[in-house]
């Protein structure tokens, strides 16, 4: 019985999602990245597709578990917001920057909270089954799931990049917007 682990007892301690995930039904957790998970991602080496390619099996792979848990449109539904919550940690992870006045425990604390928030909130989806008993939960909740998730999305940890110039450097001045470009 010792080969055989299921779960993770230090699952709930945790406070990355994506950890807590491969924490949760553990041998099935690797059979979905490995014959779903990683043939959607290929062996492509350009950046940009590889990028692209993360989400969509990341999508992929949820939509695999949720056909195979059967078809109750909570489980899809459970699923599709598990895999949003887990495409957007990557931009809470990049925007933990713009945090470097919290202190640790604190960006600890709540990473840990919001983790475990959504973790039990597509849990209780799941278990739910019924589509008119899952929106009521939702509703009670006002959403906040998928209203988080929609402002991750949408706008935290994504920063615009500086342009590139080559030999060049552009410096702004602090009385006006206008750059002042100087030849190296």
């Given at each position: 019985?010792?080969?055989?682990?299921?779960?993770?007892?230090?699952?709930?301690?945790?406070?990355?999602?994506?950890?807590?995930?491969?924490?949760?039904?553990?041998?099935?957790?690797?059979?979905?990245?490995?014959?779903?998970?990683?043939?959607?991602?290929?062996?492509?080496?350009?950046?940009?597709?590889?990028?692209?390619?993360?989400?969509?099996?990341?999508?992929?792979?949820?939509?695999?578990?949720?056909?195979?848990?059967g078809y109750y449109p909570m489980?899809?539904?459970?699923?599709?917001?598990?895999?949003?919550?887990?495409?957007?940690?990557?931009?809470?992870?990049?925007?933990?920057?713009?945090?470097?006045?919290?202190?640790?425990?604190?960006?600890?604390?709540?990473?840990?909270?919001?983790?475990?928030?959504?973790?039990?909130?597509?849990?209780?989806?799941?278990?739910?089954?019924?589509?008119?008993?899952?929106?009521?939960?939702?509703?009670?909740?006002?959403?906040?799931?998928?209203?988080?998730?929609?402002?991750?999305?949408?706008?935290?940890?994504?920063?615009?990049?500086?342009?590139?110039?080559?030999?060049?450097?552009?410096?702004?001045?602090?009385?006006?917007?206008?750059?002042?470009?100087?030849?190296?």
């Open positions: 019985w010792n080969s055989i682990r299921t779960v993770e007892p230090t699952l709930e301690l945790i406070n990355d999602l994506k950890r807590k995930t491969d924490l949760w039904n553990i041998y099935t957790q690797v059979w979905l990245k490995r014959y779903c998970y990683d043939r959607v991602i290929g062996n492509s080496t350009n950046p940009k597709v590889r990028a692209a390619r993360l989400e969509i099996a990341t999508y992929a792979t949820m939509a695999l578990a949720a056909i195979w848990h489980y899809f539904i459970a699923y599709f917001q598990f895999a949003i919550v887990t495409v957007d940690a990557k931009y809470v992870f990049k925007a933990r920057d713009s945090f470097k006045s919290v202190p640790g425990w604190a960006k600890w604390l709540f990473a840990a909270g919001m983790s475990n928030f959504y973790f039990n909130t597509s849990g209780i989806m799941f278990y739910l089954l019924d589509l008119q008993a899952g929106l009521k939960y939702l509703a009670s909740m006002y959403y906040i799931p998928f209203i988080t998730s929609f402002f991750q999305i949408t706008g935290l940890g994504q920063t615009k990049k500086q342009p590139r110039t080559e030999g060049k450097t552009i410096e702004m001045s602090d009385k006006s917007q206008t750059p002042d470009k100087k030849l190296d």
